[in-house]
């Protein structure tokens, strides 16, 4: 059974900390895996990767895949309390629809 | 639009009672996917239409849910004689490619969700 397990599920911080989010998977016939950041309302997309060890990058968010290990991170540096939400990492496997992690729930403290 | 639109925003419904979800999905997208989401839960998948044709259904939980998209935009997600277990955040998501792009270099983008309440 396809299965995406995130860790930590909550993870509480101070502003300035940096905070590393773990995304591992078992999906048959991986296609991709995005990372998306959930505040009260819609998931809002942050990176597709598709190939291992290619970092993604923006602003203080950095994404990278290894598909050899079957897992992702989810790097942010410099955190801020507007950094605060669920980050919600998903693969798309052969079934043909995103398997979504239950969410990483991050609180960046003042 | 310049996002996904979902309404109504909020529903709450009696046991027993047939409710409609509307989704707008962003101008021009061809693919279009809707998603339940229970508390402190991911997002799963419900079912997905590229333009009118739906491709994937295998995630609805039963024949009391069904989803149309006649004309290959708006969408809506029935569900009828609605239970207690049926409560959650219904989320849908458009994107601009179609199969199998979209899991390759097209993101699903997501509405604000209706958040169904059954009484």
């Known amino acids: 059974e396809d299965k995406v397990v995130q860790s930590p599920l909550s993870l509480v911080v101070h502003e300035g900390d940096t905070v590393t989010l773990n995304c591992s998977y078992e999906?048959?016939?991986?296609?991709?895996l995005l990372w998306y950041k959930q505040e009260k309302k819609a998931p809002t997309f942050l990176f597709m990767l598709t190939s291992s060890g290619i970092e993604k990058k923006s602003g203080r968010l950095s994404s990278i895949l290894d598909k050899k290990e079957l897992f992702s991170i989810l790097n942010i540096t410099a955190t801020q309390t507007g950094d605060s939400a669920v980050y919600l990492c998903?693969?798309?496997?052969?079934?043909?629809?995103?398997?979504f992690g239950k969410g990483t729930k991050l609180s960046v403290k003042p | 639009g310049a996002g996904v639109s979902q309404s109504p925003r909020y529903k709450v419904a009696k046991r027993g009672q047939d409710v409609a979800l509307r989704c707008d999905p962003i101008s021009g997208h061809v693919s279009l996917f809707w998603y339940q989401q229970a508390l402190g839960q991911g997002p799963e998948f419900l079912t997905y239409f590229q333009n009118e044709a739906q491709l994937d259904k295998s995630g609805l939980p039963s024949d009391r849910f069904f989803a149309e998209r006649p004309e290959g935009s708006v969408s809506t997600l029935k569900i009828q004689r609605t239970q207690q277990e049926d409560s959650a955040v219904y989320l849908c998501?458009?994107?601009?490619?179609?199969?199998?792009?979209?899991?390759?270099?097209?993101?699903?983008?997501f509405g604000d969700g209706t958040r169904l309440s059954i009484l």
């Open positions: 999906v048959t016939n991986f296609r991709s």
């Open positions: 998903a693969v798309a496997g052969s079934q043909g629809n995103l398997i």
């Open positions: 998501a458009s994107s601009l490619g179609d199969w199998p792009l979209i899991y390759s270099n097209q993101p699903q983008h």
